[in-house]
């Protein structure tokens, strides 16, 4: 029994590293460019060994996108799960997550492009991925309410909102981040998704 959890636990490393691998050669390279080929050579080991492990090039960038996806649901949750004050609360969610996801190229990506809307798991990430968004941030602006110090009718709909605003300045944000300007940009955009929703 032993000898089997090891082979098992030594089959999930030898995973995680062709993932870690393959993750950062999809960052410089794009899904697109990259092959089989060059992440086997880049992981040391044939590429049938790659295939043993994995069906195919797409089940690789699955793979990745679910760790990156992992790795932003963590960092939101480990950065506001101890703020008690709603209002500090959404600001500090708005801000690690557009400051996260400017990191995550892979996830971003896989968020965004349309050439890789054919890829089913890809619109399913998506939808998933959305869906917990708004119920986080709705949760949020409901313990707002409760304290009162949100005043909205529909926590839903205002999550929604605040979602879809976040999503339509994101393109804005990340060109801008290139300039040095990324902080004042991420600064006015919490100013703006909070105008309206903040007891005065």
């Known amino acids: 029994m032993e000898k089997q959890t090891s082979i098992l636990a030594q089959h999930d490393e030898a995973k995680m590293k062709i993932v870690e691998i393959a993750r950062n050669i999809f960052t410089h390279f794009g899904f697109k460019k990259t092959t089989m080929e060059e992440i086997a050579q880049a992981s040391r080991k044939g590429k049938s060994s790659i295939y043993y492990y994995f069906n195919s090039k797409e089940d690789i960038f699955k793979a990745v996108i679910e760790k990156e996806a992992g790795e932003l649901k ?17 600001k500090i969610y708005i801000s690690v997550r557009m400051r996260k996801l400017n990191k995550l190229t892979n996830f971003y990506t896989a968020l965004k492009s349309d050439f890789l809307s054919h890829l089913e798991f890809i619109e399913q990430i998506r939808k998933s991925y959305d869906l917990d968004e708004v119920r986080v941030v709705t949760g949020i602006i409901e313990e707002g309410i409760s304290k009162g110090k949100f005043s909205v009718d529909d926590p839903e709909q205002s999550a929604i909102a605040i979602v879809t605003a976040m999503k339509g300045l994101e393109v804005p944000l990340m060109i801008n981040a290139e300039h040095g300007n990324f902080e004042n940009r991420l600064e006015n955009l919490i100013k703006f998704l909070f105008y309206g929703i903040v007891t005065r």
């Open 74 to 90: 963590e960092e939101l949750y480990l950065s506001t799960v101890s703020i008690e004050d709603p209002i500090e609360k959404l």
